[in-house]
């Protein structure tokens, strides 16, 4: 009663399943719920390009590692675009969720879902700590939080999502909406003023004469610049800033969670998304530009693009950096919506545990979300709560699974001839292509940084999704009933009742008379251990024994457990076809606490015989009072 009165006051109380089809969200909450972490790597993704682009080779012209980060930034938006078309064909064909994970099944086969739910899976875990993390970054650069207590700060976050999520679906999105709205808002105002400051003359310098960064290279030096150098930091620099296209398949996981037309309003969502996104990461590179900004430690880029646009120490400044930081925060919660339905659906489908696959209390995926704030928390334990060690790691899973599900949706269109959809062809065949390639690039570029690990991770997930799956299907198999056989007659068999005592007590007595009602050959089973304590029962047994024989194992090396096995296995070969049900009696203590005062040898026992077959294990329980 304790444990459900915290728990309802943790989580709240239990919803009906009539209500699911409620609990779904409208365009706005779903937003907010399923865009924040897509929206919040804004915060992060144009510093990864600048601190990419700002080598020892680049470094003495910062306006040209600045000005460099512009056509990175626009290759990776029109990526953005053809990943987000992509994704809103995803949700039009496979409207019930699932998203690459379906894609691939449905068209690549199992190998392909496998890798891809692998990938997406990561890419969740991994997800939940950058954000938590950046986070802490953003509170860092404000100087109210210490970095040295960036883990703690981060769990605690961590903690707090997964609280909320518990809750429910409707109330976390609720909860979220606020600060992502302002988000926005803030975004807007800080876009709109600095773009007004660069137009009216504030700024010195002309972003439609940005070709003044290139003249600021003096001409004998682009030789030492205009080789392949120059590209591999290129590259690098896109790689990093791919950090932007993170949480965009989150949409595509989650449909069922949107009102009906479910598809429609996911695909409305998307779109918004997308338009946002990319409006405000472009924004911020522009500004990097414009005012000279080049990565420093301890703060982050958009708290100098902040700085520089709304002036140090002010209202809209600080309002910026903890909006922000609630922002990162929230985008965790793209993770514990996206990975817990991806989760069910695996499980639904036998790769993953089927716990994964029940609804909880709230008609949220309980075990999923709870399983997902573990894990994401022992990542930014292990890696420090640092951004820019997490960022690579997850890079590689998020454009694997964008690749894949392109090319299913290309498989599905020759497969399906739907209308238009040599178009739609086109545009999954570029799509994967464009992706494919940064894959690779992203895996060779990143691979010392971490992306290894993914690398080796992937394939170790997706032989355990096959472990799972072959277990079920063993189990299946085994339990399965005869093909043509309605039933059989039962075999006659003996039925052997052993009642485990180890001293006479008010805790005893009911298992004798019960196991008395179950067959006559009923015997009590001691293990001596005590020899002065074994003569005391004996002496009680006459009186308090129930009319059952007591037995008496010697033990010469006080174990209680091998002497009791050994003559469970004699009892049964007594007879042919014999059944042996053992009865252990057991007190229940009224506070938890009270378990450690008393040894748990009934535990073991029931452990080890529930390993061996044809055994039948029973405990009668006595409760005792204060």
């Known amino acids: 009663m304790m444990w459900s009165s915290f728990k309802k006051l943790l989580i709240g109380e239990p919803l009906a ?3 699911e089809k409620h609990e779904r969200m409208a365009i706005p909450i779903a937003l907010s719920v399923f865009a924040s972490d897509a929206l919040s790597s804004t915060a992060y993704a144009t510093q990864e390009i600048l601190e990419a682009l700002n080598v020892e080779m680049l470094r003495s012209y910062p ?3 600045s000005f460099l980060s512009i056509p990175v930034a626009l290759f990776i938006t029109l990526l953005l675009a053809v990943v987000i078309i992509s994704y809103r064909q995803v949700i039009k064909a496979y409207d019930d969720g699932g998203g690459t994970y379906q894609v691939a099944r449905e068209n690549l086969g199992p190998t392909a879902s496998h890798i891809a739910g692998s990938a997406l899976m990561i890419d969740y875990v991994l997800t939940a700590a950058v954000s938590v993390s950046a986070a802490v970054d953003a509170l860092t650069s404000m100087g109210w939080v210490e970095h040295a207590n960036a883990v703690p700060w981060a769990i605690l976050f961590l903690s707090v999502i997964t609280l909320v999520n518990l809750r429910g679906v409707k109330e976390s999105g609720a909860l979220f909406s606020i600060p992502a709205y302002i988000f926005i808002l803030t975004m807007a105002t800080l876009l709109g003023k600095g773009a007004f400051m660069i137009f009216s003359g504030q700024v010195p310098l002309d972003l439609s004469n940005g070709i003044l960064a290139a003249t600021e290279v003096p001409p004998d030096a682009w030789k030492s610049l205009l080789n392949w150098s120059l590209l591999l930091i290129l590259v690098k620099a896109f790689s990093h800033g791919c950090a932007a296209l993170t949480g965009i398949e989150a949409i595509s996981n989650g449909v069922r969670a949107f009102k009906e037309p479910a598809a429609e309003n996911a695909n409305k969502t998307m779109t918004i ?15 990097a530009f414009a005012f ?8 982050t880029t958009v708290s100098q693009v902040g700085r520089a646009v709304f002036g140090n120490e002010t209202f809209l400044y600080y309002l910026l950096q903890i909006i922000t930081a609630l922002i990162l925060i929230f985008a965790a919660n793209t993770s514990f919506s996206g990975f817990p339905r991806l989760a069910s659906i695996m499980a639904r489908d036998g790769y993953l545990p089927r716990q994964l696959m029940n609804l909880g209390d709230r008609l949220v995926f309980t075990n999923g979300i709870i399983f997902l704030g573990f894990i994401a928390a022992v990542m930014v334990w292990f890696y420090g709560a640092d951004t820019h060690a997490l960022i690579p790691l997850y890079a ?7 690749t894949l599900a392109q090319y299913g949706m290309c498989k599905y269109h020759l497969k399906n001839k739907e209308k238009n959809w040599k178009r739609s062809l086109y545009i999954n065949a570029f799509g994967a292509t464009v992706t494919g390639i940064a894959t690779l690039i992203l895996g060779i570029e990143k691979f010392f940084d971490g992306a290894w690990i993914v690398i080796v991770t992937i394939p170790i997930i997706v032989m355990g999704f096959r472990a799972v799956k072959n277990h079920y299907e063993s189990v299946a198999r085994q339990l399965a009933l005869p093909v043509g056989q309605i039933g059989h007659e039962p075999q006659p068999f003996e039925h052997s009742v052993l009642v485990l005592v180890s001293s006479l007590h ?3 007595i009911p298992a004798l008379e019960y196991g008395r009602t179950l067959s006559s050959t009923v015997e009590a089973v001691h293990v001596e251990l005590n020899p002065e304590q074994t003569a005391n029962l004996i002496k009680q047994w006459e009186a308090w024994g129930c009319g059952v024989p007591l037995t008496v194992l010697k033990s010469p090396y006080r174990s209680i457990t091998e002497p009791l096995l050994d003559y469970i296995d004699e009892v049964e070969a007594r007879h042919e076809h014999n059944l042996v049900t053992v009865i252990i009696p057991e007190f229940v203590t009224k506070r938890f606490w009270h378990n450690i005062l008393h040894n748990q040898s009934a535990l073991l026992i029931k452990t080890l015989l529930n390993l061996r077959k044809g055994k039948i294990v029973t405990t009668v329980r006595h409760y005792l009072d204060e």
Do not use: C, D, H, N
């Open 17 to 19: 399943s009539s209500r």
């Open 63 to 65: 306006l040209l590692v």
């Open 273 to 287: 998304m997308g338009v946002i996104l990319a409006t405000i990461f472009l924004g911020i590179t522009i500004l």
């Open 292 to 299: 000279k900004i080049i990565p420093v430690e301890l703060e």
């Open 396 to 402: 590689v899973g998020v454009f694997l699974s964008f």
């Open 506 to 508: 008010q805790g005893t």
